[in-house]
């Protein structure tokens, strides 16, 4: 019985502690980091090989749609818990660059992304 009770006791101290102040949550990045300056960095006709060495490799490539790329990039902060989620689109027609969509546009600010 005393030990039954130790436990139930330990247990919700440990659940008491899941808020505790101060404690340190760490960021959670995820997918290909994508940045306002790197689709500034993008023109029409640049090849896939250019718009890979600009962006990296992309985080979804379809089978069925191979002259889209996806770039998905989600920041989980540790603090707040507050989510960013950015995604690009990249579209090729015959080799070259021809449109890119998503919360990035070429030469402005980032659009909020929906939540």
């Known amino acids: ?67 889209r790329w996806d770039y998905i990039y989600r920041k989980k902060t540790g603090k707040s818990g507050a989510i960013e989620q950015y995604r690009l689109a990249v579209f090729f027609s015959k080799g070259k660059l021809s449109s890119i969509s998503g919360n990035f546009r070429p030469g402005g600010d980032p659009a909020t992304a929906e939540q």
Do not use: W
């Open 1 to 67: 019985m005393q030990t039954k009770l130790i436990a139930l006791a330990f247990s919700v101290i440990l659940a008491g502690c899941s808020g505790f102040p101060g404690v340190y949550k760490i960021d959670i990045p995820q997918g290909n980091v994508v940045t306002q300056e790197m689709v500034d960095q993008l023109r029409p006709g640049m090849t896939p090989n250019q718009v890979r060495y600009v962006l990296g490799s992309p985080l979804v490539t379809d089978t069925f749609h191979q002259n």
